[in-house]
């Protein structure tokens, strides 16, 4: 979109927070980057010039604004709804891998050289894999620095940079002030200190409108006892992460996702707040989504009762895959008790000084030991629970932010037990796909016979073309019109 000037003018002018994330607009006479939304007095059409990240602003030489906070805003959609080679990039990085294990670690995710990665990235963003991932982290660096106590060199490493030094250019680079006076203006901002040491309390923005309720009541209402829990207004669970584990509680707020943070090793904060905000699908694009179902005049009212529905997705793609076969044919309790069962037995315990949570998920090494007798399962799941672990366990199937949707399917398919819902389920909230679509689940079937659609795999599938590529948005709506607690925010 960045490339369209006329129209990115008009959204500065008219200070639409829509676009927020879609483009940042870098100002010529005073070197400072905003998101489109910034309250200052937009200048002169002459005076902008526009870019596809704040990565590629600060390879510009452009500093961050400190009114609207460029660096804070909801990231792209299309990083979300695209399945090509950047937004797999994009989404990898977002989930740390250029920091773990480098830009070869992530051309080898994505099966290309570093050349053509580096190239790619260039092309469409301005920046390549390493100044994307500066970016992220001197965004980590400054949520430390406003939000805890750390002394300076702590919060240097935990952010991922690798000395004191090139943490204290970067902040001064990015945002025009030395660490120490960001935590000055952040402490004279709050109007008390932190209350639990350790903690850290940040704000999640995302694109209006938002309908909580059947994202948080899909989460709630399918968790699995001791991973995760509903507690004072607040979605908590446990998050296994690249070098600890972490406690995460998320309360929805009007303006903004409320989010409380406490991990084991502060190395993980970014990837931690990459996978709750992808879990909670707040990169999306309401508007566009909500538009294209709009022109369906049987899904209109449903939209119009209630805009903004998301993908309530996961933390943990293998999880949610082993979560999936599960729920195979059972009703939402057995599944959470047959969930709970499994990470009673292999999960590893955590402490939860806040609340009730008490294990891990177990991961696909854990559980590829496990005892099929020693399941409560008919047979042929028992078989497909087993085949599944072994193929996460020893990497032959992939379920990551990077992950080719189409090859992922493919792979899934291939194993016994694996029918189209199953397939469907997994690429809509572990792998994100938002055309991912549910023709043969009884409760969209049961939806749209009730609202006078093709109940028919087939012809509800041909009806459904006209909703791409948002056809898992369209299942969130046709789900909604059930009386289940799925549905609803719990209270």
């Known amino acids: 979109m960045h490339t369209d000037t006329e129209r990115c003018v008009r959204a500065v002018q ?57 660096d804070t805003s909801p990231g792209s959609p299309a990083w979300n709804a695209r399945a090509d080679t950047v937004a797999r990039a994009m989404r990898l990085i977002g989930d740390g891998v250029v920091d773990r294990e480098g830009v070869p670690g992530l051309a080898a995710r994505l099966g290309y050289s570093t050349r053509q990665i580096e190239r790619q990235l260039l092309a469409e ?18 949520l430390l620095v406003e939000t805890t106590s750390l002394p300076m060199a702590e919060v240097a490493f935990a952010a991922g940079f690798s000395s004191v030094r090139t943490f204290n250019d970067t902040v001064r680079e990015v945002f025009a002030l030395a660490p120490s006076d960001l935590r000055t203006r952040a402490s004279a901002r709050r109007s008390s200190p932190p209350v639990t040491p350790g903690v850290i309390t940040l704000r999640l923005p995302y694109r209006a409108p938002l309908n ?3 994202l948080f009541g899909h989460l709630v209402a399918t968790g699995v006892p001791g991973v995760e829990e509903w507690r004072d207004g607040a979605y908590r669970r446990t ?36 996978r709750c905000r992808w879990m909670l699908d707040l990169d999306a694009d ?52 047959h969930a709970g069962r499994l990470v009673t037995a292999h ?14 998920f177990p991961a696909p090494d854990a559980l590829a030991a496990l005892d099929p007798e020693a399941l409560a399962l008919p047979r042929s799941r028992r078989t497909t629970l087993t085949t599944l672990v072994a193929a996460l366990a020893d990497g032959s ?31 809509m909230r572990a792998l994100g796909d938002p055309d991912a679509f549910l023709p043969t689940d ?50």
């Open 14 to 70: 008219s200070k639409d927070g829509r676009f927020d994330g879609w483009f940042f607009t870098a100002v010529l006479t005073t070197r400072i980057y905003c998101r489109p939304s910034c309250p200052a007095v937009p200048p002169k059409a002459e005076n902008m010039t526009f870019y596809p990240s704040a990565a590629a602003c600060q390879q510009a030489g452009f500093r961050a604004c400190k009114r609207c906070r460029p």
């Open 125 to 142: 963003l301005g920046a390549g894999p390493l100044a994307l991932a500066r970016a992220q982290r001197a965004q980590t660096a400054r």
């Open 212 to 214: 909580p309720g059947n």
């Open 239 to 274: 998050l296994s992460l690249p070098y600890g584990h972490g406690v995460v509680a998320l309360t929805p707020r009007p303006d903004h996702i409320a989010c409380r943070l406490s991990l084991t090793d502060l190395r993980d904060l970014t990837i931690a707040i990459s």
């Open 286 to 337: 309401p508007v566009a989504v909500d538009d294209r179902l709009r022109a369906d005049a049987e899904l209109a009212p449903l939209v119009d009762k209630a805009p903004g529905r998301r993908v309530p997705r996961t933390v943990d793609a293998a999880e949610f895959a082993v979560r999936a076969v599960l729920g195979q044919q059972v009703s939402t309790a057995a599944a959470r008790t």
């Open 347 to 360: 999960g590893v315990p955590v402490e939860d000084a806040e609340g009730g949570l008490t294990h891990l």
């Open 397 to 427: 199937l992939r379920l990551d932010p990077g992950s080719d949707w189409d090859r992922a399917r493919a792979h899934l398919a291939e194993l016994p037990g694996f029918g189209p819902w199953t397939v469907e389920v997994i690429a």
């Open 442 to 491: 009884l409760g969209m079937r049961r939806a749209a016979a009730g609202l006078g659609l093709p109940a028919t795999p087939a012809a509800l599938t041909a009806r459904a073309a006209a909703w791409r590529p948002w056809r898992a948005y369209a299942v969130q709506y046709l789900w909604a019109t059930d009386d289940h607690p799925v549905n609803h925010l719990p209270a």
